[in-house]
Each structure stands twice: as structure tokens, then as C-alpha cells.
């Protein structure tokens, strides 16, 4: 055996050394740790530190990349593979970490081992607070699982919902209560027991057990989003105060209604902004003069290892211009949508959709309905609602709403006349009481 033979050749240096007077001492210290590292384990527990892969210096990250490559987001997910390979078959994992790993598209990787290797025994959904000291402030999940190939339900405990309410202080006894509950063979309201493979049946495989069977099958019944739009991700000035105005704090002639045509310096920017569905946050105008090339040599002296590529920066930059549906990428009231005409730039922090047959009020209709954002929220998991996340929704095909649709005109009209004050408002008389109609029959529809 391979192990059995690395523990006799440690053994055998520890002897030879042991005689060295002057470093015997911490050589052997040395080759005891070495002998632990090689060791299996029937049970492992871990909290390990946490580190996010944007904080760790550039050798660190090649290390995690070539040493736990898909497990390098961050320092805890690579703890999770290693606790994960001192467990011998049938051994048990236990770790208090953050909860990012359950939903963030950056961390598929780790839940497809999870969920390949070990077989989740119980997990704590604990969330922020609750459990550390005040100060620490993280969203934390606590979980038990085996490594064994048989697949039997798992217990998952919710208390994420008493974050930041008078109940936070109390989930230490909310959970022992759900135990007792579960184990009793009663039903807790905070409990939920269903096999892990359950997660399988959504793309990416994010960990939300509370969902219902009937939200799942919608993954199976409907084509996800990306099937009738694309979501692109936004421009980075990297220097907000240089290149982003108000549109007040410009002359009005400087500002582009036709930038293909006017070429003029200053471009309207949607920049995400507070809470605000349907239309609106269009304060921004951005420095766009000769096609942005200020903003682009600044990006390629501030950031030299991109040696001249822009593009990592300015993305998705044949998206400018079009008519699409904006929304807010950080918001913790939930997500907000909303009309961009065309001639405008969007910021990373403000994402676009853009209908791939130009059909925007159909699309705009589907995924400003509750259960559209509901799903959105229960992928993303967390305040921000990233690209490679809300791509995967399941929607029907905007095409089916057939003569319903309200046309994109109307909601051109509709919004100019509630934006009178814009320098982009076109005003043309529009039937409102007609238009609530409409999106009343939509929502049936829906």
C-alpha cells in the first residue's frame, strides 16, 4: 500500500535524524506534521480561514489555481477539498464557512464535488449573525456530510430569515429546536428534508433545498433566459469622477440623442442605481468622445499586464447603443428592470438584457413578473444578481404572449410622457387606462 509506505519512509527519516543535535529537534517536529498531512481521517472539522481571491497577492492565487483549480474563489473552498480528501470512505466532514458557496456561479465547481463525493447529512443555513461574536459580520452555513456513494435525504435547517431582526440573537435556540423536532420524527417549520440530488435538476446547482418541486419543474418545463436574450455585462470606467457626469452638469447640446451619427462627447449611462422598476435611473452621461478612447487609454495605463486589450474592461462594448431592459446588479429590496432606449452605455453595475428578436415588451413583461424575480432571488442567494446567475432562469417564450404584448411603442410613449423632464423624452398621447389593461391580461397570462 502507498500510504503505508510513505508513513514507513518518514518513519525511517525521523529516526536517521533524531541523532542531529543541532536540528534534529525541528526536523522531527517537522516530519510529525508531514506524517499528519498523509494521514486519513474518520473524522475531519474544520473553520477555515477565509480569503477571497481578490485580497490574495498574485502567487498565492497561481498557487490555489494549480493546487485546487475550480476550488481558488476563495481560501475556504479549497479547504473544503482538502478536509474533503483526509476523510477515508465513509469518514464524516463537518465545517462552519461562509454561504457563497451555495449559490454563486464562481463556486459551481465546489457543489459538483460536494455533491459527487459525500452525501450531506445535515446543514444549517445560518446566514448573518447569530452564531459569532458581534463583529464578525459573515454569512455563515454549517454542514455534516459523509463520503460514501449512497444517496439518503438530507436535513437542511433555514435561519438565514432572522438575520437583522430581534430574532437574530435567538438562532442558537432555533436550531437546537429544529433538531429536536426533526429527530422526534415531528415536522419543524425551519426543517426541510429532500435528497441532494434535488439540486441537480437546476443549472449550476445551487443549494436551495426550501424551493418546491413545482419551482423545479419549471427549470425542466421552460427554456432557461439566455434562449431568448442575451445578459451582458456592463462597461468599468475605473474613474467614475473622471468620465460620468450628471446630465445637468453638461450643456445639452454636448449630450448625444444619435451617438452614430452626432458623434457628440457626452453618451446617457445607465449606471444601476436604487431600487426603481420599469424605467428610470437615466441620470448618467458618460465620456464617450471619439469612441471612448480617453477611457480606454486610461484603462490600459492603470492596468499594464492587459497589455493594450481594453476589452477586459470596456466589455461587451457591440451591445452599446442597443434598445434593452437594465437592472440594478446589487439590491437588497430585490430585482428591479427596466426599459433602456437606444443610444445608451451601461455600466457593470447596471447589466443588460437584450431580447435576441427585439421583441423588449414581451421580455419586459415576463421578467418583471413576482415569480420571475422570486426565482432570480433564490438563485442568486445573496443581494447581487450576476449574469451568470440570471441567464439560467427558466421564462416562456416571449413570442406566446401573442397579441397581448404591449407594443414597444407605446412603452416608448408611455415612458417619455412619465419623463418629461429628461432630455430624451418623446411625448406622444398614449391611452394609460388602455395599457393597465393590457398588463392586467399579461399577468393572467403569466
Not at 426543517?191 to 419549471?218: C, H, M
Amino acid at each position: 500500500d502507498w500510504r503505508e509506505m510513505e508513513i514507513r519512509v518518514l518513519e525511517d527519516i525521523k529516526g536517521a535524524v533524531s541523532s542531529n543535535r543541532e536540528y534534529g529537534e525541528y526536523i522531527e517536529q517537522g516530519m510529525n506534521f508531514a506524517e499528519l498531512l498523509i494521514q486519513k481521517y474518520d473524522v475531519v472539522i474544520a473553520n477555515p480561514p477565509y480569503l477571497d481571491s481578490a485580497d490574495m497577492t498574485d502567487e498565492y492565487k497561481k498557487f490555489l489555481k494549480d493546487r485546487f483549480k475550480g476550488f481558488d474563489k476563495n481560501l475556504y473552498a479549497a479547504f473544503i477539498k482538502r478536509c474533503a480528501d483526509f476523510a477515508v470512505e465513509g469518514g464524516y466532514v463537518g465545517m462552519i464557512t461562509p454561504q457563497t458557496y451555495m449559490f454563486i456561479s464562481s463556486y459551481e465547481e465546489t457543489r459538483k464535488f460536494i455533491l459527487k463525493e459525500f452525501n450531506i447529512q445535515s446543514f444549517v443555513h445560518v446566514g448573518l449573525g447569530g452564531i459569532f461574536e458581534r463583529g464578525v459580520d459573515v454569512d455563515i452555513a454549517i454542514f455534516c456530510m459523509k463520503k460514501m456513494a449512497e444517496r439518503r435525504p438530507a436535513v437542511f435547517i433555514k435561519l438565514n430569515q432572522f438575520s437583522r431582526t430581534p430574532q437574530e440573537p435567538f438562532k442558537k435556540n432555533h436550531m437546537r429546536d429544529a433538531i429536536e423536532t426533526t429527530k422526534s420524527g415531528k415536522q419543524s417549520d425551519l426543517a426541510y428534508t429532500l435528497n441532494q440530488s434535488e439540486f441537480k435538476k437546476i443549472p449550476g446547482y445551487p443549494f436551495v433545498y426550501w424551493i418546491s418541486d413545482r419551482i423545479r419543474e419549471l427549470f425542466r418545463k421552460y427554456k432557461p433566459l439566455e434562449a431568448f436574450a442575451n445578459v451582458s455585462h456592463g462597461l468599468s470606467t475605473c474613474n467614475n469622477d473622471r468620465f460620468l457626469r450628471f446630465w445637468w452638469e453638461v450643456r445639452q447640446e454636448d449630450i448625444s440623442l444619435d451617438y452614430k451619427s452626432d458623434r457628440k462627447k457626452w453618451v446617457p449611462y445607465a449606471k444601476g442605481g436604487p431600487y426603481n422598476k420599469w424605467h428610470g435611473n437615466l441620470w448618467y452621461t458618460v465620456n464617450w468622445e471619439n469612441d471612448g478612447k480617453e477611457i480606454k487609454q486610461s484603462i490600459v495605463e492603470k492596468f499594464p499586464y492587459l497589455k493594450g486589450n481594453y476589452s477586459f474592461v470596456v466589455t461587451n462594448e457591440s451591445d452599446y447603443f442597443r434598445e434593452g431592459l437594465t437592472y440594478t446588479v446589487v439590491s437588497s429590496k430585490g430585482l428591479s428592470i427596466r426599459y433602456m432606449p437606444k443610444n445608451c452605455i451601461f455600466d457593470h453595475a447596471g447589466n443588460c438584457f437584450f431580447e435576441k428578436t427585439e421583441d423588449h415588451a414581451a421580455l419586459l413583461a415576463i421578467i418583471l413578473a413576482t415569480s420571475f424575480v422570486s426565482m432570480c432571488k433564490t438563485i442568486s442567494g445573496s443581494v447581487s444578481f450576476e449574469v451568470g446567475e440570471l441567464k439560467k432562469v427558466p421564462i416562456p417564450d416571449p413570442s406566446s404572449l401573442g397579441s397581448k404584448s404591449i407594443s414597444s411603442e407605446e412603452i416608448r410613449d408611455l415612458l417619455g410622457g412619465l419623463s418629461t423632464h429628461s432630455p430624451l423624452s418623446t411625448l406622444n398621447s398614449v391611452t394609460l387606462s388602455s395599457l393597465a389593461q393590457d398588463c392586467i391580461e399579461l399577468k393572467k397570462e403569466l
